[in-house]
């Protein structure tokens, strides 16, 4: 029997035999797929340009009662049957034995005997209560016991079937969407035992012990008067409205994410003892979530393979029900934290279906949402689901049948779905060298972590002029949005990175709140200093992210100082943009930096709400807008800001504004993507100068449409 292609993976892409190559994999649960039609249907997925497939093997189904492992006689059970035809058909497996697996089955896929017999092991919140009946306190030393001996069962029966045994086991994942289980159930785990409270070598103490060394800096940090570590609580109210109060929330989210590493670091050790050492893999459970995983990827060392899930419908309750550009605009922001995380971009859990079946989730918006996902910079595929059968018996918690509307339906029915999935897998195979190309870009936008977890700590700004939640919402539906509308690609840099410093070639812009970390105003300062151009809006910090005094920007700007603008009426030009609409907050400035001139005033008062300043080798820009992008306005004003900062020409030109664009470039090669995300026709003209093209080509786009040109 041939041997399968050793895959591992980089910061770029993946790699099969050595070769940079796409994941392309289906979700394939053989504990729900009729036995008899396994073969016909991993055929079929292979036929489709399948590299790969990943299943659970959800411990509900194989310990039904404790003590009592059970792999088979029932079909259901036959993990090992199905990894043996799998490595007979050549298709690598991605395993998942949790202990969480969620995929609609009971307890999530954890047996319920165990939160029936152990209820101490629940997640709880601050006054004990369990959040839900099936949510886990993951370090809680009676759940991490009873996973470890259904490691002790799982994993030294899936190693006997990985790569370098012969097997087709190329990947395991660890547990499934991490700490998913506790937001969705009302809030982080608070569960006593787990964190230690009330002990002073109990892991909440131990933590506060390490960040402030004494109780009487937490108590003048907190404004509280705790006696001892042993007796510090945290709290758990996101819509804080005092600094003290909000750092205190801060805190425990960063505690409560080190304990996600090092349970995390736990399960990865016990797969490995257990002899499962092949790469880990988790996936965050959406995009808003990524950035939650930060801390777990520190404490294990790069050693994860991180992706994300990109949902855009399952019910009516999602924001949209196809593809959209609010949510290409998430899946951008997505694959950008993955990449700076090290990892090529991944979507774990990419819509192969919907377990509801109104809205419908059809193939024309499948098609859309794929080819916009490479158009963004995906890497790695896998879809939810490939196909589905029969629940086990009383497992389910939807129906008795998992179809779930998938490309090969519960009864092995192959829907049109299916050739779409090989449409798209055909594209990335004949173009494999788009898996290690990069985004052209005209300009950077900066991530700054922070704003993307504020919503956790930070809900309510009080009487602060800007909050870091405020700044993410201006980052994701602002900025970016206007910059694409305008024809401008933006890349994206990491502020906490000293790579920053190395891409002093394109301006930067940043959204600001009032609260910056100090290493990221140290770094912004150097970036200037440097020769970068750097655009910031609508304030200028002047607290760290801890709320605590910090003005290392505003002092290199001579002390710089914003208010917000009160009345009615309020309009703004800036430069030739005149009557730019005001869809969120405007700001004036109180001192101006010297030597600044203005270039954006309010028409009213004629106050100035934007300046530049030159500073060493470089400039700032500074506009005191926060908006939401409604008008082509907007647009305008991102195209004169930049061409201040010395862009005169884009990437990629577009005459409509509904119509986005990517160019990517990699091994001599390049791509162009022309997206419409609405459910009308457009039309384009679209000019790539870089390419040496004289004339605007013309692009009749029909709804729901992303078209992939090679520019030659």
Known sequence: ?????????????????????????????????????????????????????????????????????????????????????????????????????????????????????????LATDLAGKPRSRISASYIHPIFLEKTKAWFDQVCPLLAKYTLDRGGPIAMAQFDNELMGIHEWCGGWDYNAQSMGFGREDGRYASFLRQRYGSIEAVNEAYGTKFASFADARPIEDKGSRSNEDRRRVRDYMEFYFSTIGEYARILMQMMRERGLDVPFVHNSANPGMNAYFREMMRQTGGQVLLGSDHYYTLNMNWEQNNPTPLYASKCYYSMEMLRLMGCPQTVFEMPGGSCSDFPPVTPSDLRACYFMHAALGMKGVNYYILTGGPNP??????????????????????????????????????????????LDSDFSIGLDWDHALAGNYFANRGDLEMSSADAWLFWRKGMYVSAMCGSWSAGMVDLHSDDLLSSTDRPLWVAASVCMARSVQERLVKFVSEGGRLLIAPVIPYLDENFRPCTLLRDFLDGASVSECSGACLRLNAGPVENVQLSGRLFKAQTLPSGAAAMAREVNSGATCGWKVARGKGSLIWLGLQWMHTMNEHSRMVEYLLAECGVRSRVVECDNPNVWTTLRSGAGRRMLFVMNLFSSPMVANIRVPSAGEGKPVRYELPPMTVQPVEIR
């Open 1 to 121: 029997m041939q041997q399968l292609e050793k895959v591992a993976w980089d910061r770029h892409s993946y790699l099969f035999d050595g070769q940079r190559r796409f994941l392309v994999s289906g979700e394939f649960h053989y504990f729900r797929v009729p036995k008899e039609d396994w073969r016909r249907r991993l055929r079929l997925w292979k036929d489709a340009g399948g590299n790969a497939i990943a299943t659970y093997v959800p411990w509900l189904i194989h310990e039904p009662e404790e003590g009592r492992f059970a792999f088979g006689p029932e079909p259901w059970r036959q993990v090992e049957a199905f990894l043996e035809l799998c490595a007979e058909d050549h298709v690598h497996v991605i395993a998942r034995p949790g202990p969480y697996q969620y995929s609609e089955l009971r307890g999530n896929g954890v047996p319920l005997w165990l939160f029936e017999k152990y209820p101490q092991l």
């Open 393 to 438: 018996p009383g497992m389910g918690t939807t129906s008795d049948i998992y179809d779930y509307n998938a490309a090969i339906a519960a009864d092995g029915t192959v829907r049109p779905l299916l050739q779409v999935q090989k449409e798209f897998a055909q594209f990335l195979h004949g173009n494999s060298w788009l898996a290690e190309a990069g």
